[in-house]
């Protein structure tokens, strides 16, 4: 259903353009100029209440006048005048609106996008934008926008939120010779937005990889779901992930530019593979769409030139693809077609003296081979050498060995023969770069996507309806005290009650009550002040350690009471936590935000100097299931930790994952709650062992 | 006279081609064609025992018949002649030899090397090579190489340690549009080598940039030290950085690669600025060679899309450069050029509506206004703009605001007329990129250049005769003892000799020993065996700690000789050492290694974890002076431990410093003497309070 509305709206069998003009340099001009030029089949009507032809084609004054139906609309009239042309558009039957005005929420006027939702709605028509460039296809010869001519012909899709890049990079298609089959400028996505299309997309056969410039997410989990079902590679841009230039996104689009860190961790849970920047969006979308993902890890260059080899070499270090020596057998073969000081290890260096027969016979008998799963092509232009026929030589072994599903990437280093050869090359399937970094860049992503793709599932999740009505008449007490942050005791019982093992705590209102719970829980114990007003517990002297017996546990109240009404005369003060010591362990932090994309979002990281000093904290959009939290922990840093340093065992890896997957569903089910909370410090014992919450707070969302 | 040399060498005025060909195919034709295609005016003498003549050119049978003097000689000729004519060329009076022919170190046969240059300088010869593609020279019309042309004409100089690179990279000058005055292929560097070609250009009025390909340097410090002096900015690719690389880099040119972190660091202190690619070497050439290097922190960007801008500022975070708001005045003026909707603040966004006038108006305003210290202009194209008058705007309002000491470096994303644009815009002497990240990156390149010349100063060093020689008497007798590592107590001895604060350390043979030694110490003490076969200390339940009183200390003497013997029958055990228990301080440590590059070179780094688990340490080539220290304090990830976190007072990074420039004394005085030394753990205590080595380590070079 959704699959048909949208090839209503973005493979229309028959447009009108209202606000279709009979001025060059009009917008309503130059759609009517553009859906001409391009060839577009569908029949066309200009809406125009005053001119009676616009290049030839006969004009109606509104789209009731239509004698034929109409699948889509572009919109080019003024801010004021759209919604109620909506209203029009809706009555005639219209199936969707290109919309291209600008006006709307990104200057503050949510309310007339609202307005024009809601019209949309009533008459179930889907909505492309407001404020974009329009849409563009090769294969329905349909330039339904105001970029002036259809890009390079090729299999990717592009998806902007940019209609400025869009316009820019649909030249530069031509020129960088990486080809599209669609661009689509998503604008401030009223309705249809980037997930919506890559849905969409899984169905379109000239699709062969989506290519996303992103300022900002609206729904981030609908967008993480759609990549992970999507049956074609997606490779991201994300603009605005410095601190100056998230601000500067902002102001963009009226969309949040959320944290580079939660974008990273949401494109690789939905299985997305990331560029750089502009010219790595561009190179990796042409491997993307022409080639399969690299399935293993043996991969294999060949090269005329020790220089170029061993700066693909020192690239593939840089992306993490591992580099091997090709197995004996390879090598003896391979050093059929080299001179003697050739080398046939890896990278398989031809040395200037390799012409087209030699690269011929190495790439042919290279991709066949079962030990190489990619291959990388590397020449240097060189004055004996002819850069065309080499290219051609690589093509024919390619096409003789059949190897369909390894991938090959080809770098040149040279002038014009050499520019004209990689063109050739891209012409016929295989994507060839100036530089042997981007070949190896280029098969990188092919990698990449090869490994997301495996990780990236959807993890099980179940609400926890018991643990949430504990949680909730807390959180509701707490509510009804006027208060947003939960006191240390509340945030354990939230958490104990959803199976985080926390240190036993309880309050204690007075010195017996206090020595009472110390006995029952067990010498030694810490004692903690609990008060709303005083959250730097340590600061106001309201902490104490090694409480050895009933003395001290005595001495250790009074002395906290005595402190803390120094501190804070006006603090409420509820009581004495008493607790549990925790032996020694090392020292991790769990946190949970709300991100305004993404929503909970849980964070792992190594506690003290770690967390302080490097940042070495990583992030997951919940929930995260007991995989994924793995994951989490190989990925920062100080990683080596976990797994034990220094002649220690490894640390319970597997019964942090397992609340690290408690957390995160509680954070889940209590979304509408919990503003953001954290476990700090989380002490991990040795394999076998486990871990304990030693802290814990919670700040509630304001109601 | 070194610079004359170099000049008859490089910019001769007459030339001999030794083993010149009749027939097309060979290199003694292609070199002799190369002279007459590219220009050069100076005679050229073909040398041929048999032909008359070559292209038109009257041949001689050897250079002793040649008539008039011969400047430089280029060889041609199989490896086996080589030695001999260079011989010939000696008596005749030649003055520089190219040697092209290859088949001398980097396939084994360094005698024929030396022989070479024996015979170079029994004639005061100077030779540029073997094993060379030759040397083309723009500004001399001169192509004295069998690289097929001269390279598109420019402003920069490249030396290159791969031929086929400096093939390939001469085509790709014009596909690239990056100019260059001179191209000169290196090769095995057995006399004149890339620190001779930098000092050269130094009086070189063609050359603004100097760039470099750099598989592995041979004298690290003289290279240093020509880069430290030079007048031009440099630009390096060192390639061979990963480990598969460093073996392939080897094995291609002989040369030994030595570690990325210490060519990163040799870099730094000779003033040099790193590619990190191939690419991105052409890039950083093109900025440095056209333009001032960016003198203050305040970086404007201008652009016409919100995208590229934000793109651009992200690019900025990466390459670390501060972007700022622009101050209220400069706002207030750019506001001006720009829609209501448009943006005056850092990134200025004068949106799509931006025309020539708008690009002309801001760039005059913004170049001339004296908070603007460099400006990035950012253009994506649009069908309503024409790029190439934009690129004119820009250029007339640089040279009527006539600004020439703040650089502009801009970035075009565009189609055909983008790419004429930028081209235009290039021969106009302004640097311009197809990608908003590119363009900061060149910016980045001239901001690194300014504060790297600032850093980059020889650091005082003078040998210290006193300390050497107590230091060669501890050595001396380790040798004549048959070893190699000396143990902690003649470590810390060689250490003490040059001012290193160790803790007190004497070595007591027997209890009664130990025990007046701990009472002349002060107890607490550490109580370690010493050992030369026992390096392992604490394994072999070598060492105790926190010794408070005499009846521990015998204790103690006695359990270590016994777990001693225990460990290792055969051991021969010194004593045992008694010494000063430091109360506890940040864990780091100092190290040293002789680099086959840069020799004696320092290792600085956080002790425990960050050692072991992150690999978080940074080296200099020694001498290190205290500005130098202090940098390197600052460049390692765990630097806010040194400058105080949680808290706590900073460290003592001044005697911290002040130690590491002894160490680092230390180490170059005793070149010939140590192969690895470390300090670890140094102790370094709150500001002020000082340091302590705690233990040490010296490991001596073999004789």
């Not at 290049?55 to 004698?67: A, E, F, H, N, T």
């Amino acid at each position: 259903m959704n699959h048909e509305e949208l090839n209503q709206l973005l493979k229309p069998k028959s447009i009108a353009v209202i606000g279709a003009s009979a001025t060059p340099g009009k917008i309503g001009y130059t759609v009517m100029e553009n859906l001409k030029e391009s060839g577009y089949k569908g029949p066309v009507y200009p809406i125009n209440p005053t001119a009676p032809e616009i290049l030839g084609v006969k004009c109606y004054p509104s789209v009731s006048d239509v004698p034929g139906t109409i699948d889509s609309a572009v919109m080019c009239v003024p801010v004021k005048l759209v919604n109620s042309m909506a209203e029009e558009c809706g009555k005639k039957g219209v199936k969707g609106l290109i919309v291209i005005t600008s006006g709307f929420s990104e200057v503050g006027r949510k309310d007339l996008e609202d307005e024009l939702v809601a019209i949309a709605r009533k008459y179930k028509m889907r909505v492309l934008g407001p404020n974009i460039v329009g849409t563009l296809s090769n294969s329905d010869k349909m330039n339904a926008s105001f970029a002036p001519f259809l890009p390079l012909d090729g299999k990717a899709t592009l998806i902007t939120q940019s209609g400025a890049l869009l316009i820019a990079m649909d030249a530069a298609t031509y020129t960088r010779r990486v080809g599209f089959d669609k661009m689509v400028s998503i604008g401030n996505m009223c309705d249809v937005d980037i997930a919506d299309i890559i849905d969409w997309l899984n169905d379109d056969e000239k699709t062969t990889c989506v290519s996303l410039y992103i300022e900002g997410l609206k729904d981030g989990r609908k967008f993480i779901k759609s990549g992970r079902t999507s049956k074609k590679p997606i490779i991201a841009l994300k603009s605005g992930v410095s601190a100056h230039g998230a601000a500067a996104a902002a102001s963009h689009t009226g969309s949040l530019a959320g944290a580079a860190k939660v974008y990273g961790s949401a494109f690789k849970q939905a299985g997305i593979v990331q560029a750089s920047d502009l010219d790595n969006l561009f190179d990796r979308t042409l491997a993307l769409s022409l080639m399969p993902p690299l399935k293993g890890e043996n991969l294999l260059i060949i090269t005329n030139g020790g220089g170029v080899g061993v700066l693909a070499t020192d690239a593939a270090e840089r992306y993490g693809i591992p580099m091997k020596f090709a197995p004996k057998d390879v090598q003896e073969e391979l050093k059929k077609h080299m001179p003697e000081f050739g080398s046939a290890k890896n990278p398989v260096d031809m040395t200037g003296m390799a012409g087209t027969e030699w690269y011929y016979e190495t790439v042919r008998f290279a991709i066949a081979h079962p030990w190489v799963d990619g291959l990388i092509v590397l020449y240097c232009e060189t004055a004996m050498t002819n850069p065309l026929e080499i290219a051609k030589g690589i093509k024919k072994a390619l096409d003789e060995a059949g190897m369909k599903d390894k991938p090959v990437t080809v770098s040149y280093v040279g002038g014009e023969k050499s520019a004209a050869a990689m063109a050739w090359l891209v012409e016929n399937g295989i994507p060839a770069y100036g530089a042997p970094d981007l070949a190896v860049n280029a098969m990188a992503a092919l990698r990449e996507y090869k490994l997301l793709r495996e990780t990236a599932k959807e993890p099980a999740f179940k609400t926890n309806e018991k643990a949430r009505k504990t949680a909730m008449q807390v959180i509701s007490a707490a509510r009804a005290d006027g208060r947003n942050a939960l006191t240390e005791i509340e945030a354990k019982q939230v958490f104990q009650a959803y199976g985080l093992p926390v240190t036993s705590t309880e309050l204690a209102k007075t010195e017996d009550e206090a020595v009472t719970l110390a006995k029952k829980i067990g010498f030694p114990v810490v004692m903690k002040i609990v008060s709303p007003e005083i959250l730097h517990k340590s600061d106001a002297g309201g902490v104490k350690v090694n409480i050895k017996d009933e003395a001290a546990a005595r001495e250790a109240f009074n002395t906290i009471m005595k402190n803390a009404k120094a501190y804070n005369a006006d603090a409420h003060i509820h009581g004495i936590a008493v607790q549990e010591m925790a032996p020694w362990g090392t020292e991790t932090i769990l946190g949970s935000v709300n991100d305004p994309s993404f929503g909970p979002t849980m964070m792992f990281g190594l506690g003290g100097i770690f967390v302080e000093v490097l940042k070495d904290v990583t992030f997951r959009v919940a929930p995260v299931d007991k995989p994924q939290a793995l994951d989490m922990f190989s990925e920062i840093r100080g990683a080596p930790i976990l797994a034990g340093v220094r002649g220690e065992a490894p640390r319970d890896r597997n019964a942090m994952a397992d609340t690290v997957e408690k957390y995160s569903s509680m954070i889940v089910d209590l979304e509408d709650e919990i503003s953001e909370s954290d476990a700090n410090p989380v002490l991990v014992y040795e394999e076998g062992k486990g871990i304990k919450v030693v802290d814990a707070r919670i700040i509630l969302k304001k109601k």
